[in-house]
């Protein structure tokens, strides 16, 4: 007797996001987008990692919420170089702390000074002020480029 095999698709395995997943996200982003105004961040710092959830983005580190809190996530060269970015960052919360990496919760608003610090910790990108005559000049520049003869595809 000759039996016969018959193979069978593998499942379906999409992900269907729920319209409240969409909305935690919208508001992740607006909460870390006016965090990133508050310490001075350029706009190009937020970002979405590999997941989709929205963060402030830094060459050291991170910032990211979980909807309730905000999390700064430090990950240094050495374990000196953490104990003295806990010692700079005393204002936050140690909530996960490795040898020379750390997670750190944000319970309070920031003052001036914590903002800078925290910042330039996690050596997230500053924005760049600009007046009014700046951005023309800017944008006057720009256009130039663009109509160069040279660059021309």
Request: glycine share 4%.
């Amino acid at each position: 007797m000759i039996t016969t095999t018959t193979r069978r698709k593998p499942a379906k395995t999409n992900i269907i996001r729920r319209r409240s997943d969409l909305e935690d996200k919208a508001a992740d982003r607006a909460k870390l987008a006016a965090l990133a105004a508050t310490i001075g961040a350029a706009k190009s710092s937020l970002r979405r990692d590999a997941c989709g959830d929205w963060r402030l983005t830094g060459l050291a580190g991170h910032l990211s919420t979980d909807g309730a809190s905000l999390y700064a996530t430090l990950a240094c060269t050495s374990a000196r170089a953490w104990t003295n970015a806990k010692r700079n960052l005393s204002f936050l919360t140690i909530h996960q702390d490795g040898d020379s990496e750390g997670v750190m919760r944000v319970d309070r608003p920031f003052t001036r000074t914590d903002a800078e610090t925290l910042r330039t910790t996690l050596r997230i990108w500053k924005a760049r002020a600009m007046d009014e005559a700046a951005m023309e000049a800017l944008t006057t520049a720009r256009q130039r480029h663009e109509n160069f003869p040279c660059y021309e595809a």
